[in-house]
């Protein structure tokens, strides 16, 4: 009966939130606004301003665009608002869903620190890897599996973030992986590196050296700027000791490379490959979307 009474319990929470993130969409578009910085204020006052919780206008060429989103975030926002609003799509990827949580927009307008965040102030990312072992402590009828992986897409090639330094001093380090579909029909990339994570330490120790491997350069426009898009992926694998289920989900956390304009970055070189690449990358994803 207990078991029988268990199973009952899981199975409403479980349709709670499914209704919940249905009647909220399963593809959900935020605006976050940063504040703007102090040689910013004069030329842009007045070019974006936010009507409720849902609404940005925009001035361009002397005339106001409007957009409607799922939510908008104000300068004033912190990091625990935004959170607060993506923390059902974690839930979610815990009870089995496959789930994606991606920061897009120009150089320079906070996507890495909205992802990323500081020791004082985290972001998605660490508040994602905290509330999964949360979670995973709370709930005793099931056992969780996770494992971490962190790769790049840098001018079209995909790199391994976590490859171990043996590796690397025989030349692999740099090596393009490619993604393959095995024989479920998953697409998964081949020969990345995967480490079964056992507490939020060893998550964040691994997130830490993933985000060092990632390549970064400074511009006109960003002291740190991103180079690539950085994804990482929690597989997660649920079994359930009530009654015997394996749930096996991912959950992709990625920060995208900013898109450019030449005026605003004065790149060249490599840099300017760089920017072309990325650009190149967002239209592709802008088309797929």
Not at 108 to 115: A, E, Q, R, S, W
Not at 226 to 248: A, E, G, M, Q, V
Not at 252 to 268: C, F, H, M, P, V
């Amino acid at each position: 009966m207990l078991t029988a009474a268990l199973r009952e319990e899981d199975a409403k929470r479980r349709g709670m939130l499914n209704k919940y993130l249905d009647q909220k969409g399963n593809i959900r578009v935020f605006c976050r606004v940063r504040p703007l910085l102090f040689n910013e204020k004069r030329a842009h006052a007045g070019h974006l301003t936010t009507s409720g919780s849902d609404t940005v206008q925009i001035l361009v060429s002397g005339k106001r665009k409007y957009f409607e989103l799922d939510r908008v975030f104000l300068p004033v926002s912190s990091q625990d608002d935004v959170f607060l609003e993506v923390e059902p799509v974690v839930r979610s990827a815990l009870d089995g869903h496959n789930a994606c949580i991606f920061a897009y927009g120009q150089t320079g307008t906070g996507k890495t620190f909205t992802m990323e965040g500081t020791a004082e102030s985290p972001g998605v990312v660490p508040q994602t890897l905290q509330q999964l072992f949360q979670q995973a402590c709370l709930d005793n009828s099931v056992n969780f599996h996770f494992t971490f992986s962190m790769l790049e897409v840098y001018m079209g090639c995909i790199r391994d973030l976590l490859v171990p330094p043996k590796r690397q001093i025989r030349g692999c380090a740099s090596k393009c992986l490619s993604i393959q579909m095995d024989s479920r029909g998953n697409v998964e990339v081949d020969n990345l590196t995967e480490f079964i994570i056992e507490n939020l330490h060893q998550a964040n120790q691994l997130y830490r050296l993933g985000r060092l491997a990632r390549t970064t350069s400074c511009t006109s426009a960003n002291e740190t700027s991103s180079r690539s898009h950085c994804l990482l992926r929690i597989t997660i694998s649920c079994t359930k000791t009530t009654y015997r289920s394996k749930d096996i989900s991912k959950l992709w956390l990625i920060d995208l490379g900013g898109s450019e304009r030449l005026r605003k970055t004065q790149a060249n070189g490599r840099i300017l490959e760089e920017g072309k690449a990325i650009n190149l990358s967002l239209s592709a994803l802008g088309d797929v979307i």
